[in-house]
């Protein structure tokens, strides 16, 4: 599978490493709106072609699957051009500014009967199926309460800062703790409390939400780009809590009982990044004729995209998208 890049910054550069050592799937081409830039991309990690417009990868007929490294307040343009023109696309975390955008783009895949899926990467992970199968293999009981945290020191990215680059904790990293809750229990959510500290341009620099959910489990998040965090999450059952290293990429999984004594680990399998697993995926579905990723499926991308909405609407935090 050839892949294209759109953008060159430092998730591309991420993803580009991965790919290098990933059998089946190459690095092909790069766009960047600076050829210069995306010559130099190009050079440092083995693409075949360089372009200086997003146009002109779009344009690529050997291009089999877009991957879109821009910022997320750039994915919407790009991705709904590379859909007009039947290129499969997987689009980065959040998948779009908002809801609206979200939906758009969408319905216009799904009406075009083009692939496009999130690169929300932790969802194609096999540490994923590993606790789905403790938790149905009843190692915990009953899930009751399920917590995410994470955590970074982000106030020097730029982009972060800014509302008209969609700037933020909750789209850049608390998209995954809401994430981890919903991959282990997405029944409906019967109320939300939550709050958020803001900049003084007005976007969240960190913030915290409890659900309780119709099934009676309560699920509480937080996310912050102001402090290194444990980005631990938690599924706690009647018999025992089932632990996660990192919501971010996990390594191990972690089962302890009453008092908090540890019964068992386990960790997930060697990987190239982690970033490998969402491009398998893609590869899979696409050998399948398929239009979007059972493992991420875009109704899903929807309903994190509308809380997050929701969220945001609550704390009144505003992009110029909205």
Not at 123 to 129: I, S
Request: charged residues 25%.
């Amino acid at each position: 599978m050839r892949v294209g890049i759109i953008g060159a910054g430092t998730i591309a550069g991420k993803i580009a490493s991965t790919l290098k050592e990933l059998d089946g799937v190459v690095n092909f081409a790069v766009a960047s709106r600076s050829k210069e830039k995306a010559q130099a991309f190009a050079r440092e990690w083995g693409f075949e072609r360089a372009y200086g417009s997003y146009d002109e990868l779009l344009d690529d007929g050997d291009v089999d699957l877009v991957y879109i490294a821009t910022p997320h307040s750039h994915h919407y343009d790009v991705t709904r051009e590379a859909i007009l023109k039947g290129k499969p696309c997987l689009v980065e975390k959040a998948f779009m500014a908002n809801y609206r955008e979200s939906k758009e783009i969408v319905d216009l895949a799904r009406n075009h009967k083009v692939f496009v899926a999130e690169a929300i990467w932790t969802r194609y992970q096999p540490a994923v199926q590993m606790i789905r199968k403790l938790i149905a293999d009843d190692r915990i009981g009953t899930p009751q309460l399920i917590s995410a945290t994470i955590g970074y020191p982000m106030l020097h990215k730029e982009r972060l800062l800014k509302p008209e680059l969609c700037g933020g904790a909750l789209l850049d990293v608390g998209v995954y703790a809401i994430n981890f809750f919903r991959m282990f229990c997405d029944a409906k959510v019967e109320r939300v409390f939550s709050s958020c500290m803001k900049s003084d341009l007005g976007v969240d620099l960190q913030n915290a939400a409890s659900y309780v959910l119709e099934n009676g489990v309560m699920a509480n998040i937080q996310s912050s780009a102001l402090c290194v965090s444990d980005n631990q999450g938690i599924i706690s059952g009647t018999k025992a809590c089932l632990a996660v290293d990192d919501i971010n990429n996990p390594q191990v999984i972690s089962i302890y009982g009453r008092n908090h004594v540890l019964e068992e680990e386990f960790r997930v399998p060697a990987q190239i990044t982690g970033y490998e697993y969402e491009f398998l995926a893609c590869k899979e579905a696409l050998e399948n004729n398929l239009t979007e990723s059972p493992m991420m499926p875009l109704d899903e991308t929807l309903t994190v995209m509308k809380m997050m909405d929701d969220l945001r609407m609550e704390w009144g935090v505003r992009y110029p998208m909205d």
